[in-house]
């Protein structure tokens, strides 16, 4: 027989065993090894995908939480805006109503403030009147007792006029 390469049949017989023994040996392993390696292996990456797929879950669901706490705030200050509003909008009432009733009040205090002028007023005249008639009847009675003529009569009344004073005769 020829050698192949220079290889002898019991070299080559052994390679071939070796090369059975080698394949029959990896199917043997692999599936009492390397089946549960790519088991353990198909697992984690099924474990790894779980735990991105709830990562992105979770991510999306914080989206959506930070979506809505956004729309709440929005709504919030629309809401803010609207009490300050309504705030500004009564107090503006209400400073509407206190001058209203300020005005009232000092309308009230001007009215009778001149009521009270006009009854002073009447009682100032009341008085005058009193004082004319006083100084009249005295006048009388300096007439009566010194039955003067008309010049000293007259300087009598101007002399009380000047008493009096002009002022309070002519108002």
């Not at 991105?52 to 669901?61: F, L, P, R």
């Amino acid at each position: 027989m020829e050698r192949l390469f220079n290889l002898d049949l019991q070299l080559l017989h052994d390679a071939v065993l070796l090369a059975i023994a080698v394949f029959v040996m990896f199917t043997f392993l692999s599936y009492l090894l390397f089946n549960p390696v790519r088991d353990m292996l198909k697992k984690r990456q099924d474990r790894v995908k779980n735990d991105i797929d709830s990562a992105e879950k979770a991510n999306q669901d914080a989206q959506k939480l930070k979506n809505d706490y956004e729309d709440k705030l929005r709504n919030i200050h629309k809401e803010e805006d609207a009490i300050l509003s309504d705030a500004r909008k009564r107090a503006l009432e209400n400073e509407a109503k206190i001058l209203d009733q300020a005005r009232a009040e000092a309308a009230n205090i001007i009215a009778r403030a001149n009521h009270q002028i006009e009854l002073e007023k009447k009682k100032a005249e009341d008085d005058i009147k009193k004082e004319i008639i006083s100084v009249a009847s005295m006048i009388a009675e300096k007439v009566v007792k010194e039955q003067i003529d008309t010049r000293i009569q007259d300087s009598l009344i101007d002399e009380t006029l000047k008493e009096i004073g002009e002022k309070t005769w002519q108002s």
